[in-house]
């Protein structure tokens, strides 16, 4: 189990400045995200784009954001859970909370602050009626492990550099076969990535299907046929074992949904006196939340995320004074 | 028209036509506008062309600028993609161009 003072869910950008301000209250924290790396949205969606409205920083990368914010909070040493998302929550009779993920680790902390932006990042899926009855029987949104797919005849879907380096990969002696299925005829991936399949495709040594889509799934208890809709000719029937759809990954707010907490148009209501929620001990900061005036900006969650620490410290140490102190005149203390 | 002003025409996912007025002068896009009349477009990543969720249908015969690539890959994303009509609204700028617009809300995947 592992215990904490603050249990933050989201390691976006407000989720990581919460560590600092966290940090300088001798508060300890630990953060759960679904994603691989920190960063949330910033470093999922947008890594390259510039941000203008930092203060001090007339332009920054999302990014660079991410990394400088890294860096702030070293000293403060936080513990990371990622790739997984916070699926359960329960209240123990001390008042604290016990968060679970969807692999089973168990997280304690008497303050859960739910940082999670538009949510938790999912598989887009392809609206194919019968999708679901042949998920993991044939169907993957996420290739794990290559080698699962030896010898296989692999269909994928997608034309951004994951569809597009897999069906290299799958295609060089891995699967049976390979055929990559996408919308238009130009893709948008690495021209390297590209050519490297152009290539291929040329050789025989994989099936290049544009200008088409999978539009029906067949099978009985596992997957063994994809219907394609090819712009001329029609519809086309392919056999295989499996069907990879690669078309990113789209936010959903998922299990903290069902919380107990209060949700208006997909986000948590607070209080904006300390950001809590209707849930003692549980408080929402940045793009998560909502209040009258709300605005959806990092600058926010890390006011937020200021104000926040100081009720959950007035929370943890009822008893103990606390005081506003200022980096300038005591540095940061570390632990 | 009248001064910074067009009027376009919004059908939501049950069929409802919405006339919306949409300023020129706001450096706005039709994701926005959407928005900015509660109806139902998210506009997840802000309007940076990087999520597809203001994918729409362009019903009128209104000329308007040519999709970028970026738009064009975020298509490749979405689903229900109509190669002469889909667009995404975060890249229709509100210009007077745009005066009568008429688009239909694309089905949530």
Redesign the interface.
């Known amino acids: 189990m592992i215990e904490t003072d603050i249990l933050i869910i989201g390691a976006g950008p407000t989720g990581l400045f919460t560590v600092f301000e966290a940090g300088l209250l001798k508060l300890k924290c630990h953060l759960i995200d679904s994603l691989p790396q920190a960063g949330g ?1 910033c470093s999922e ?2 890594p390259k ?1 510039p941000i203008y409205d930092i203060p001090a920083y007339p332009e920054i990368l999302a990014g660079d954001l991410t990394d400088r914010l890294m860096e702030q909070i070293k000293p403060f040493n936080p513990g990371f859970t990622l790739g997984e998302s916070a699926v359960d929550i329960d209240k123990q009779e001390d008042g604290s909370f016990i968060v679970t993920t969807n692999r089973g680790t168990k997280h304690k902390a008497p303050i859960v602050a739910i940082a999670g932006g ?1 949510g938790v990042f999912e598989p ?4 194919i009626e019968n999708l679901s009855n042949f998920e993991d029987k044939g169907i993957e949104y996420i290739i794990k492990d290559p080698e699962f797919y030896r010898g296989k005849d692999v269909v994928i879907s ?3 550099d994951s569809a597009l380096d897999w069906a290299y990969f799958l295609a060089n002696g891995v699967a049976k076969s390979v055929a990559l299925v ?3 005829n ?1 893709f ?1 991936g690495h021209l390297d990535s590209v050519q490297k399949v152009m290539d291929m495709a040329e050789n025989g040594q994989l099936n290049l299907i544009t200008e088409a889509e999978v539009i029906g799934l067949n099978g009985s208890d596992s997957l063994n046929e994809v219907v394609i809709k090819h712009k001329t000719q029609g519809e086309i029937k392919l056999p295989t074992d499996h069907w990879i759809p690669l ?2 990954l ?2 959903k707010l998922g299990p903290i949904a069902e919380w107990g907490l209060n949700i208006s148009k997909n986000s948590i209501e607070v209080d904006t006196f300390d950001y809590s929620t209707n849930r003692e001990g549980i408080y929402a900061i940045g793009d998560v939340n909502t209040y009258p005036g709300k605005l ?1 900006l990092i600058l926010c969650g890390f006011h937020e995320a200021t104000l926040m620490v100081q009720s959950a410290f007035a929370r943890i140490h009822p008893d103990k004074k606390n005081v506003l102190k200022y980096t300038t005149v005591n540095g940061v203390n570390g632990f | 028209m009248e001064d910074n002003i067009i009027k376009v025409t919004v059908i939501d996912r049950e069929g409802v036509s919405h006339e919306l007025e949409a300023p020129t002068d706001m450096n706005m896009n039709m994701m926005e506008v959407c928005k900015s009349y509660e109806l139902p477009v998210e506009g ?3 309007g ?1 062309a ?2 597809a ?1 203001c994918h729409m249908y362009v019903e009128s015969d209104t000329i308007l600028p040519e999709k970028s ?1 970026d738009e ?2 975020m ?3 979405a ?3 109509d190669d002469e009509k889909s667009r995404l609204g975060c890249q229709l700028h509100i210009t007077s161009d745009l005066d009568n617009l008429i688009v239909k809300l694309a ?1 949530v ?1």
């Open positions: 949205q969606i947008y784009k538009l887009r899926k392809p609206p997608g034309g951004g996408h919308r238009r130009s948008r078309f990113g789209s936010p959806k | 997840t990543c802000g940076m990087m999520c969720s690539d064009e890959d298509l490749d994303e689903f229900f993609v089905p995947g």
